[in-house]
């Protein structure tokens, strides 16, 4: 199910964030009590594959995940970028495989920073990582606002 907000949320256990993108989704995982968060190998999609939420679900089931974040791009100025349509669709499409609430979170720049927190590495290992890492903060980021909410 798809939340409009963070209040319906589990507030214990393991969860995902995903930074979507049409070829590679970056995937991040936290621990039980949201201490740490962990990346994870990218979800790579050819051209034509429809098998995304297939195998989100089948990865928050692999992961023994309570829900599932999704970074929202904004532009600098708030408002929704291009792909924001997209991004619920796909969402929408995980529903119909695995019963988790999923949530969005506005993200802007995470890949900026992400490569900044990679430090000096090759080329070849930022495309393969950088994804990920910027799931990494959208993870921690949301992680950050739940825990702002409960106080």
Not at 65 to 78: F, T
Not at 127 to 133: G, I, N, P, T
Request: charged share 25%; with cysteine.
């Amino acid at each position: 199910m798809i939340l409009p907000d963070f209040k319906g949320f589990p507030r214990t256990g393991r969860i995902i964030g995903l930074d979507w993108g049409a070829r590679r989704t970056g995937v991040a995982v936290s621990d039980a009590s949201r201490e740490f968060v962990f990346v994870r190998p990218v979800i790579v999609t050819p051209r034509g594959d429809n098998s995304w939420a297939r195998r989100v679900a089948e990865l928050a089931g692999a992961e023994n995940a309570k829900g599932i974040i999704i970074g929202m791009p904004v532009h600098s100025d708030g408002s929704p970028s291009e792909i924001c349509d997209e991004i619920r669709a796909h969402a929408a499409q995980v529903c119909t495989y695995i019963d988790l609430p999923i949530a969005f979170i506005e993200e802007n720049l995470t890949s900026v920073a992400a490569q900044e927190s990679m430090g000096k590495v090759r080329r070849t290992d930022i495309k393969q990582r950088l994804d990920s890492e910027a799931a990494r903060i959208i993870l921690e980021n949301a992680i950050a606002l739940m825990r702002r909410s409960d106080v």
